[in-house]
């Protein structure tokens, strides 16, 4: 059997204000320094600074970085200007984290993971998206250390990106049906604890919408716990299959052919939850239905995105990623069954 090595968080701290412990805990963990903290330009106010002053205070040499871009090359120059540093720390949203963890994999240094929204599941996954040419890639990254997970800042986050989180939660329903597909009829390697743990992480979500959508602590606890456990799945399984199937692929689809589109990635990949269910022969107008309680987009209006380009991003999301067996590579997707899944789904009207 071939040998597989798993790394997970060490440590995940979650709870109020627990952006105050950073230094405690990377001492805890054995972390020295110089460290690099990266930042966004709005994170930093809310939460980058307080952890670069609480490092500070507590001995630590740091270095203070506001990212903007998820450009590769400029992603680059960062890794290229931190190899001085013992270990990095990313506070903000999706972008910063992936930056910080790609960084930190380039590096071959540790990562702390410190999100300050709930959008999707790359908060702890050894995963992340950078832009190369104008096209989204996905690269190998570092998965994180350990985690710090401030309730107070995250449920303050806008409503959109915690329920655009819950939709990436909702997506794993197919994405381990998918890969039991691949498993079925490819023989693909799977793993049931690592499959359990995805569907666990959307069946939370799942139980706890009324509480997440008040904003409620408890509610956006779950939603957390939920977003790291789908990241521990990755993990686990050595890639993103338990997390990302063929509603991932119509997300990645839609993000390559549509430039300016205002779109989130989990709101993607609930749309295309609703068509890949379908698909399955699953309960899809389940899968619609708890979208649509969270606020979330469930057809391409919603979405902001044109019909023809939904129908062209269903239809061709199976040449994203060719070697990722799913249901649009069974059924052999194309343009005239992409239309009549998204109109029998109301995906277009
Ligand atoms: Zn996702």
Known sequence: MKKQ???LPREIVIGDDVIDDTAEMC???GLKGPVLVISGPHTKDVAGLKVVENLRKAGYEVDFDVAISIKKSDVDKIVEESKTHNFIV???GGK????????AYNLDIPFISVPTAPSHDGIASPRATLSYNGQKYSYDARAPRAIIADLNIISKAPFRLIA??????????TAVTDWRLAHDEKGEYFSEYAASLALLSAQIVLNSTDKIKKRNKDGIKDLVKSLISSSIAMCIAGSSRPASGSEHLISHSLDSLVKD???LHGEQCGVGCIISSYLHGMDWKKVRDSLRNLGCPINSKELGVSDSYIIRAIATAKLIRPDRYTILHKIDMDEDKAEKAARITGVIQ
């Open 5 to 7: 090595i798993i790394e």
């Open 27 to 29: 001492k805890r963990i």
């Open 90 to 92: 990313g506070v903000g």
């Open 96 to 103: 910063i984290i992936d930056i910080a963890k790609y960084s």
């Open 164 to 173: 655009s989180g819950c939709a990436d939660m909702i997506a794993k329903l």
């Open 261 to 263: 589109k205002k779109s």
